[in-house]
T-cell receptor, first 111, second 115 residues
């Protein structure tokens, strides 16, 4: 069945460092892909999404490109801030309309 | 984004008791509600899908008689864990579907610990 694999955390970076969180997927067809973020004590929030191959989703300085050839949707940010500390989930839309998630990657950014 | 509340945020209970978790979509009506759970170091896994006024559809391996879902209104859904056991300890998250936006929103989750 469909699945999502993302890099294990936790990831600890200094402020202004470059961030990459890897995400690969297995799916039939070309489902929409998402990155969700969960800040401490809050629900998951949609960070960005891409609905077809070569689409680039972007929001709040984060970017991810839907790569059909490598079945990947890596999350990147050029300069992280302390406020970016959160858990990040890669996901794809399943056949029932539900989301299929990766395990989540915890990011901690130190000042 | 839309606001979703979930109550309680933390529950500690004895084995054999039942626990009810409420999920409310505060500023939109949700015809469809997804319930997920997350065990430590695992992905969020879909437990069941419910549509307002209909019986929920459960994923394979999820006992429908143990996890009772009531989606009686477009703004409220409840998940009741009946006769909870330690292996039910998990993080439960509701996710109403905002149909118009084709977007799922998420509650903050309920952490259940069964002793």
């Amino acid at each position: 069945g469909d699945s999502v694999t993302q890099m294990e955390g936790p990831v600890t970076l200094s402020e202004e460092a470059f961030l990459t969180i890897n995400c690969t997927y297995t799916a039939t067809g070309y489902p929409s892909l998402f990155w969700y973020v969960q800040y401490p004590g809050e629900g998951l929030q949609l960070l960005l999404k891409a609905t077809k191959a070569d689409d680039k989703g972007s929001n709040k300085g984060f970017e991810a490109t839907y790569r059909k050839e490598t079945t990947s949707f890596h999350l990147e940010k050029g300069s992280v801030q302390v406020s970016d500390s959160a858990v990040y989930f890669c996901a794809l839309i399943g056949s029932q309309g539900n989301l299929i998630f990766g395990k989540g990657t915890k990011l901690s950014v130190k000042p | 984004g839309a606001v979703v509340s979930q109550h309680p945020s933390w529950v500690i209970c004895k084995s054999g008791t039942s626990v009810k978790i409420e999920c409310r979509s505060l500023d939109f009506q949700a015809t469809t509600m997804f319930w997920y759970r997350q065990f430590p170091k695992q992905s969020l896994m879909l437990m069941a899908t419910s549509n307002e006024g209909s019986k929920a559809t459960y994923e394979q391996g999820v006992e429908k008689d143990k996890f009772l879902i009531n989606h009686a209104s477009l703004t409220l859904s409840t998940l009741t864990v009946t006769s909870a056991h330690p292996e039910d300890s998990s993080f439960y998250i509701c996710s109403p579907l905002y149909t118009t936006q084709e977007t799922q929103y998420f509650g903050p989750g309920t952490r259940l610990l069964v002793l």
